[in-house]
């Protein structure tokens, strides 16, 4: 039997030797804490499950949902984006449900890059912007990404040989894994270099909602002409704790909408409708839940952030997201250091270059773990000093 080729052009898991050391400590009996993993520690808030406890009792939910999503869960997502940003949208063609905004960011790649064409993503990045591409037959080029230019890929930069044959380009801000914030002038540029080579910019905002110190994120489509060459990915995930759920939404301009909705409609058969209510729930229900979580990933910030410093590691404190990315001390890469807070501390962190080789030289430290394990983590940290 023979595997598709584009198999073997995905990516090694990176993590691999970290996942194997850590899983040999426990082995041994050693408290591990893990602060690797970026999924919401604390469960869905108990309206959205209510929500869902009565929309599977409906028989009506139990059989096939609609391919793009129910007409009124895509209206709560115009209703969350009116709020949210202001941004008007047509439910109807504007807005697509999709089963997580991971699968809706992978078939992307199916409906708009063809064989040997070119995907533009961050040098530092969510792993699925290239991976689709490499499923499709297609190239990555990486747009340099780095603490100079405020890891704000720069797209400046990119060969007019790869312009000719690009067709989609990525970016999300706020940025996993450096927490970086995008500003309006770096979305206006953006946008008119995809126009200007008619390429189509996916933004993904799947942190748009975690926020701190009345920072509020911004979405792409708050932009002037942003719906001509945009479509924005939106995620419950992690404004709602809702890892488990796969609810997201897609967003923006028409024909991108509707050709992404093609491929899924020949793919999948949509989301459950139930999950579909409970996602009506957490988009138009009190927001409160929200503010609750964005003032504990803020105070779990600064004790992170603090332990680093104490340690005289570099890092900047985030405005947003739930990661702190932290240069390396100087004479250590990624994997040596993780290596050494796995091994010397039993605390697992991420290294950078998992993210592509511009993360070399730093590590992420996610913000998802439980407040007692947590300060554990930090007593172990400072105690390395
Ligand atoms: C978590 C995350 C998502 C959201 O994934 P879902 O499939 O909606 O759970 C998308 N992009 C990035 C960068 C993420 O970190």
């Known amino acids: 039997m023979q595997t598709a080729e584009c198999l073997n052009h995905l990516s090694p898991y990176l993590f691999a030797q970290i996942d194997a050391k850590k899983a040999a400590l426990i082995e041994q009996g050693?408290?591990?804490?893990?602060?690797?993993?970026?999924?919401?520690d604390k469960p869905t808030p108990s309206h959205i499950v209510d929500a869902m406890a009565e929309a599977i009792r409906k028989p009506e939910n139990h059989q096939y949902p609609d391919y793009a999503g129910s007409l009124e869960y895509r209206r709560a997502c115009a209703t969350y984006m009116k709020r949210r940003f202001d941004v008007d949208l047509d439910p109807a063609t504007e807005i697509l449900a999709l089963i997580g905004s991971k699968e809706g960011i992978a078939h992307l790649h199916t409906a708009f890059v063809n064989p040997g064409?070119?995907?533009?993503?961050?040098?530092?990045?969510?792993?699925?912007?290239?991976?689709?591409?490499t499923l499709q037959n297609a190239n990555t080029y990486f747009m340099p990404m780095n603490k100079e230019n405020g890891f704000l890929a720069d797209f400046g930069t990119v060969p007019e040989e790869v312009l000719k044959r690009a067709k989609i380009m990525f970016l999300g801000y706020p940025n996993n894994p450096t927490g970086a914030c995008a500003t309006a002038e770096y979305f206006d540029r953006a946008i008119a270099f995809c126009c200007e080579h008619d390429i189509?910019?996916?933004?993904?905002?799947?942190?748009?909602d975690i926020c701190y110190n009345g920072y509020s994120a911004p979405s792409i489509l708050q932009r002037p002409?942003?719906?001509?060459c945009c479509i924005?990915?939106?995620?419950?995930?992690?404004?709602?704790?809702?890892?488990?759920?796969?609810?997201?939404?897609a967003c923006g301009n028409q024909q991108a909408i509707e050709a992404l909705g093609t491929v899924k409609n020949n793919l999948d058969s949509g989301q459950f409708t139930a999950i579909q209510e409970a996602g009506i729930a957490a988009l138009t229900g009190s927001q409160t839940c929200v503010e609750e979580m964005c003032l504990l990933y803020q105070r779990r910030r600064d004790l992170i952030v603090d332990a680093l410093r104490a340690l005289g590691v570099e890092c900047e404190s985030p405005k947003a997201t739930i990661y702190v990315w932290a240069k390396v001390p100087e004479g250590e890469t990624s994997e040596s250091f993780a290596t050494k807070l796995l091994e010397e501390a039993h605390v697992v962190v991420t290294p950078g270059n998992g993210y592509g080789p511009q993360g070399e030289g730093y590590i992420r430290i996610s913000l998802t773990t439980p407040d007692d394990r947590l300060l554990?983590?930090?007593d172990r940290i400072k105690s390395l000093v």
């Open 30 to 40: 050693i408290d591990v804490i893990s602060l690797g993993i970026g999924d919401p």
């Open 200 to 208: 189509l910019l996916a933004h993904d905002n799947a942190y748009c």
């Open 232 to 249: 924005e990915f939106f995620s419950l995930s992690k404004s709602y704790n809702m890892t488990g759920w796969r609810i997201g939404f």
């Open 376 to 378: 554990e983590a930090v």
């Open 225 to 228: 002409h942003a719906k001509e």
């Open 117 to 133: 064409d070119y995907v533009l993503a961050p040098a530092i990045g969510y792993p699925v912007y290239s991976g689709g591409a």
